[in-house]
C-alpha cells in the first residue's frame, strides 16, 4: 500500500499571518478585524490551508477555535517565517544609504544581564553602519544556532564543549549560592558542592549551562541533583529563593542585582568549577559577512575581561 501525501502547499504571508493570529485571538474573526480581511475570505483561506496540509490545525468549538496539535506545531514554523521575513526587511533596510549590514548575535542569559549591552555599545561607536539582531539563547541553542547557521556570532559557557567552527576566549564570571537568609546550610561562607546537593536547587530551563554544569557535578560525585523547578530567569530564581523554596547558583554580578535584598544570602563557592569561561566564536570566515567580521573583532578585544559590577 502507498501512502499518498498531499501535495506540496503553497500559500502567501497573509495566509501565515491569518494563521498565527488566530490561533492567539481563539477566534477567525477576530484575526480577520486584526488583519482588515473580510471574515468570509478568512475562515477561506484557513481552510485552504488547512487542505494542503491534509490534516486540521484548529478545533471547531462553539466558543472559538483552539489549536490541534498539529496547528501547535505549524505555529512554531510559522512564527519562524515572519520572523525570517522581518530580518530580511531589516536586512535590506540596513543597505539603504551606504550602511553595512545586519549580524546576528546569539548569546545566553547570564551574558546578555552581564557584558554583552556594553560590548553592543562599542560595536555602535565602532561599527556605526552595522546593525546587530541579538537573540537571547541558552547556550547550548547557541551552538545549534552556529551549527545551522541561523546566527553569525554566538557567545557561549565553555564547559558545553567546543563546536566545529573558530572560537576564542570571551570574558569570564563567577558563581554563587543564593540561599534564603537564616538557611541552615549556608550561615558560614563559603559553600561546597556537597552543600549545594543537599539541598532542593532552583534552577534554569533544559539546556542552561549552569543546570548542565550541576547535573555534571553531580553524576560525577555519584549523587543526586534535586532540581525539580526549573523556570526562564534568575529574576524567577530568586523570587522563589525569597519564599525559602529552595536555593540557587547563579553568577556573582546577576545574583547582586537579583538578589541583593536583606532576604537573600549570597556565598561564594570555594571550588574551581564557579570560575566560568565564556567563549566567542564565528560562523566561517568565508561565510561572514564584512559587519559580522568588525563585530567579532570589537567583541574579540574583551578577553578574558571580566564584567563590571552592576551599578
Known sequence: MTLKLPARPHFDL???????????????????????????????????????????????????????????????????????????????????????????????????????????????????????????????????????????????????????????????DELVLVAPRGHALFSHAPATLDNILACDVIGLGEGSAISALLEKLANESGRLLRMRMRVGGFDSIAALIAQGLGVGVMPKAVAKTVAGGARFLRVEIAEPWAQRQFVLCCRPAASLSPAAVSVAEVFARTNFAKPAPPN
Open 14 to 172: 497573509t495566509t501565515v499571518h491569518l494563521f498565527i493570529a488566530t490561533a492567539e485571538l481563539g477566534s477567525v474573526t477576530r484575526a480577520a478585524e486584526r488583519l482588515h480581511i473580510a471574515p468570509a475570505a478568512a475562515s477561506r483561506r484557513i481552510a485552504e490551508l488547512e487542505a494542503q496540509f491534509g490534516l486540521p490545525l484548529f478545533l471547531r468549538r462553539p466558543h472559538g477555535m483552539a489549536l490541534t496539535d498539529a496547528g501547535r506545531a505549524m505555529l512554531a514554523h510559522a512564527r519562524n517565517i515572519t520572523h525570517t521575513v522581518l530580518r530580511m526587511q531589516d536586512d535590506a533596510a540596513s543597505f539603504v544609504g551606504g550602511a553595512q549590514g545586519v549580524v546576528r548575535l546569539a548569546a545566553p542569559k547570564s551574558a546578555v544581564l552581564q557584558f554583552v549591552p556594553a560590548d553592543i555599545e562599542r560595536c555602535a561607536a565602532a561599527c556605526p553602519g552595522v546593525s546587530i539582531d541579538l537573540q537571547e539563547m541558552n547556550s547550548l541553542n547557541v551552538q545549534q544556532a552556529l551549527t545551522r547557521g541561523t546566527a553569525d556570532i554566538g557567545i557561549f559557557e565553555a564547559s558545553l564543549g567546543a563546536v566545529d567552527l573558530p572560537t576564542m576566549p570571551y570574558r569570564g
